[in-house]
């Protein structure tokens, strides 16, 4: 089994920034992607950015160029630096971890930290 936590979320203003962590532990394997998704109230999750153990990252078209996902594979951790909030950014986050099992996929999800921004 694979646990995940998230730190990081908050209340900031529009304009402010935050820093999400997300830690991984458990059976975790070599072949796995990291990212983040959010849910705004009302509305499905999506994705926000997610990046595989090689480097390659998916960025939503909303958040390209003001949010940045890094990872440290040595630690399986993930982050997501976010910088000029909007209020529409307003969300839970969740983390995400999705593993690769022979020929299956497994997708394990943390808790959610909220993300607020206020005007």
């Known amino acids: 089994q694979v646990q995940l936590v998230e730190s990081g979320g908050g209340l900031v203003q529009t304009g402010g920034s935050l820093s999400l962590s997300c830690a991984a532990s458990g059976s975790i394997f070599r072949s796995n992607a990291m990212g983040w998704y959010r849910q705004a109230p009302g509305k499905q999750r999506e994705l926000v950015a997610h990046?595989?153990?090689?480097?390659?990252?998916n960025y939503a078209d909303s958040i390209k160029g003001r949010f940045t996902i890094s990872r440290d594979n040595a630690k399986n951790t993930v982050y997501l630096q976010m910088n000029s909030l909007k209020p529409e950014d307003t969300g839970v986050y969740y983390c995400n971890l999705r593993q690769f099992v022979r020929v299956s996929l497994i997708d394990y999800w943390g808790q959610g930290t909220q993300v607020t921004v206020s005007s």
């Open positions: 990046m595989g153990s090689g480097g390659t990252t």
